[in-house]
């Protein structure tokens, strides 16, 4: 496939008939990679579709790529969620091309916001360091407790709870429209990458 032919832009609500596809999508790469990644029902991402604040890959009529935000604590934060890209659309970019165009949905929708991701993927680190996320502790994200309900549908809930919310195996990344961009660093990504696996060995001792 020629990945100059893959569109990506904001979800309209004609999209909508693409939510179980896309429920499907995140389901299968979560049972795959055995690790954190939230269920959405088809109800839910049909409303982020609806809702203007979703951004759909389209190969012609087939959804190939999605990702969605939602604002939390009053609007003070908004996160990117729900990253996923078909398996045969992989490693062409697209992942790149959706989290630019949900950045620029955030930035445009909630211009005040401070935007987060959590997440274990090193390809969603890469990505967020390069546009001027950085890495934070939980603490420096929402506390807004509908939010962290959200992670209910993942593996590894049960570690956030055991740690009161302040940790768990994903990295918090933070993206301050009142700081500075800081300086964009390859390492990062690898570095938070290690932390992430080295907490889990520990954790797994426990
Ligand atoms: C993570 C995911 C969205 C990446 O999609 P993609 O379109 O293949 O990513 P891209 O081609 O845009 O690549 C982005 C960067 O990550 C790197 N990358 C992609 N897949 C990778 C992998 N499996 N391991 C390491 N690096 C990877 C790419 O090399 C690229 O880095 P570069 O620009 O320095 O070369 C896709 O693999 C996926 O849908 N996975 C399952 C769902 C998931 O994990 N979502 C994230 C939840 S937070």
């Not at 790469?29 to 959405?40: E, F, N, V």
């Not at 990505?127 to 590894?156: A, I």
């Not at 429209?177 to 907490?199: D, E, F, H, R, V």
Request: include cysteine; glycine fraction near 8%.
């Amino acid at each position: 496939m020629k990945p100059d032919k893959v569109t990506v832009e904001f979800a309209r609500e004609e999209h909508a008939v693409h939510a179980e596809r896309i429920c499907n999508l995140i389901y299968e790469s979560a049972l795959q990679r055995g690790t954190g990644i939230a269920r959405r029902s088809n109800d839910y991402i049909s409303s982020k579709i609806t809702g203007g604040k979703a951004v759909v890959a389209l190969d012609g009529e087939k959804l190939v790529g999605f990702s969605y935000i939602e604002c939390w604590g009053h609007g003070d934060y908004v996160a990117t969620s729900g990253l996923i890209v078909d398996p045969e659309y992989r490693h062409l970019g697209l992942a790149g091309r959706i989290k630019e165009k949900t950045f620029e949905l955030a930035r445009m929708r909630f211009p005040y916001a401070k935007i987060f991701s959590i997440t274990t993927s090193l390809p969603v680190m890469k990505l967020n360091s390069r546009m001027g996320y950085k890495p934070v502790t939980f603490s420096e994200l929402t506390d807004d407790e509908e939010f962290w309900q959200g992670c209910k549908g993942c593996v590894n809930f049960d570690i956030l709870q055991r740690n009161n919310r302040r940790m768990c195996l994903c990295t918090g990344m933070l993206f301050d429209p009142g700081q500075p961009l800081p300086a964009n660093n390859a390492a990062t990504p690898y570095l938070m990458l290690l932390k992430n696996k080295i907490s889990k060995i520990f954790r797994i001792k426990h």
